[in-house]
């Protein structure tokens, strides 16, 4: 996997515009974001992830890939709830994991058209897909299709990084936070890879 074509220019503006940011770059160099290439793959691990850490997300998603073999679509469908439940999956993301791979696997979701639309317009038509709500639709812009500004505000790491790195562990304002959003913009997804980094070098891959 390799880094997408803007990360340095990206990373020398970021450096630029923010020394907090540039000091966790050379912390974590050497590490980038790269896509899997695999638009099923990237919204079912990031189904598998939603509301809990990092770390438990990677031993659920090790279990689930074990179970299903090939990570295709009709081979999730081949499994019994009691197999998928057996994973550690909740019973809401089994049903949002059929529900994915039914549509995958029916050819009702056009993964082609994706990428001629923008960030927001994709975020909606995502978000019409039962379990993806706006965060998972943001892992799907920054991780598969590798977008240059997301800002997923909602993400727990990104909050509690930025209230470590910029408010001595204290939540931030609205209002600096989207001082920070302006100062990052067009690369918000490279600042937010690195927020990221700076809670979990192992890094987050959907």
Not at 83 to 106: A, H, N
Not at 131 to 141: K, N
Request: charged share 25%; net charge positive.
């Amino acid at each position: 996997m390799t880094a997408p074509a803007y990360w340095n220019r990206a990373k020398r503006e970021l450096k630029n515009a923010d020394p907090v940011l540039g000091a966790l770059m050379v912390r974590y160099k050497g590490l980038t974001l790269a896509s899997r290439g695999d638009a099923f793959q990237t919204l079912a691990r990031s189904i598998v992830g939603q509301q809990i850490s990092v770390k438990a997300a990677q031993s659920v998603w090790d279990r689930f890939a074990a179970a299903v073999g090939d990570m295709e679509p009709k081979r999730v469908l081949r499994l019994s709830e009691v197999q998928l439940r057996g994973c550690g999956l909740s019973g809401q993301k089994v049903k949002y994991l059929c529900d994915l791979s039914e549509r995958f696997s029916s050819g009702t979701i056009d993964v082609a058209r994706w990428h001629t639309m923008d960030d927001e317009t994709l975020i909606a038509d995502l978000t019409q897909v039962k379990g993806i709500g706006r965060w998972t639709a943001e892992m799907f812009l920054i991780f598969y299709l590798t977008r240059p500004d997301v800002f997923p505000l909602g993400d727990l790491g990104v909050q509690r990084a930025l209230s470590l790195h910029y408010n001595k562990g204290r939540a931030m304002s609205d209002r600096r936070i989207a001082a920070l959003s302006k100062l990052w913009t067009p690369w918000r997804s490279v600042a937010t890879w690195y927020l990221w980094r700076s809670l979990d070098p192992v890094p987050v891959e959907y």
